[in-house]
């Protein structure tokens, strides 16, 4: 089975190879001391990428429970999200980004 190698280094190391113009687009790097994944996009750039914990995801809309009546909603990632299936009978269902 084919590998997939990822080079890897704290973020100085990754800052120190960008500044001297040896990083590669496309190319994918570990911030060991961060636990983040980057993209390199030239050999002086990259991009490093928010943590799931980190997106800050959350929004409130309103629904309707099986009584008809409004209510609103607050959802952040990692929680349960109530829902009622056609017969009015409640479930969870986690909501994940």
Known sequence: MPSLKIKRGSRS?????????SLNAGEPYLITDESRIAIGTSTTAYTAFAKQTETGFSASFPFYKASG????????????????DSSGSAKNILLTT
């Open 13 to 21: 190391q990754i800052d120190a190879a960008a500044s001297s113009g």
């Open 69 to 84: 009546v409004s209510d609103t909603i607050a959802l952040v990632s990692g929680t349960y999200l109530p829902f009622f």
